[in-house]
């Protein structure tokens, strides 16, 4: 089993930046990524990395002003969030996905407890 613990979640004001992490432990992964879940709306893709070799895919709202990353050594992964908007406020949440697995992957297995990030304008 997989455990994903997400943390760095706040509130800011619009402009500012947050960097969010999930640590992960257990079983063998083959991905990790972000969603996130705004009041009255689906979850949505926001960043996916693979970590065997650090192969990024970003859903295309998001590029350029967030970024993805990890860190091997410590089983974390990162988000980092600049020029934070009002329309950014959701519930993010981090996955895992475990091998055998296509890229970018189809679905995920693993699912951690959310980080709220409120943007006031």
């Known amino acids: 089993q997989v455990q994903l613990v997400e943390s760095g979640g706040g509130l800011v004001q619009a402009g500012a930046s947050l960097r969010l992490s999930c640590a992960v432990s257990?079983?063998?992964?083959?991905?990790m990524a972000w969603f996130r879940q705004a009041p009255g709306k689906e979850r949505e893709f926001v960043a996916a990395?693979?970590?065997?070799?650090?192969?990024?895919y970003y859903a295309d709202y998001v590029k350029g002003r967030f970024t993805i990353s990890r860190d091997n050594a410590k089983n974390t992964v990162f988000l980092q969030m600049r020029s934070l908007e009002a329309e950014d406020t959701a519930v993010y949440y981090c996955?895992?996905?475990?091998?055998?697995?296509?890229?970018?992957?189809?679905?995920?297995?693993?699912w951690g407890q959310g980080t709220q990030v409120t943007v006031s304008s």
């Open positions: 257990g079983r063998s992964i083959y991905a």
């Open positions: 990395i693979r970590w065997s070799d650090g192969r990024i």
């Open positions: 996955a895992a996905d475990s091998p055998p697995a296509s890229w970018p992957p189809r679905s995920y297995d693993y």
